[in-house]
């Protein structure tokens, strides 16, 4: 499974953003997809997940403020990134969980969060 990420960039505190990952198979034959991330010196965490099953998971720090949403026509997942501070700066990286069970990396995408 290829994933490709988009859409990060560099925002101010209060401001919002949309992570797309394009996947390169059917992401309904997938046990999940979802996002993680990792700032410079720290253990890279989940932010958010969806499952097969269309239940979602979210680290706590992002509760509230982020959404995940997947669309199965096009084979892709979204991080809505809303009210975001300068602690959400790090490289986030979209995930896929087969029912192999495997797991498969993008390249991930920075995202800075400063005035």
């Known amino acids: 499974v290829q994933l490709v990420e988009s859409g990060g960039g560099l925002v101010q505190p209060g401001g919002s953003l949309r992570l797309s990952c394009a996947a390169s198979?059917?992401?309904?034959?997938?046990?999940?997809m979802g996002w993680f991330r990792q700032a410079p010196g720290k253990q890279r965490e989940l932010v958010a997940n969806?499952?097969?099953?269309?239940?979602?998971s979210y680290g706590d720090s992002v509760k509230g403020r982020f959404t995940i949403s997947r669309d199965s026509a096009e084979n892709r997942v979204y991080l809505q990134m809303d009210s975001l501070k300068p602690e959400d700066t790090a490289v986030y990286y979209c995930?896929?969980?087969?029912?192999?069970?495997?797991?498969?990396w993008g390249q991930g995408t920075q995202v800075t969060v400063s005035a």
């Open positions: 198979s059917r992401i309904d034959q997938l046990y999940s």
């Open positions: 995930n896929v969980a087969t029912f192999t069970p495997s797991n498969y």
């Open positions: 969806i499952r097969h099953s269309g239940e979602t």
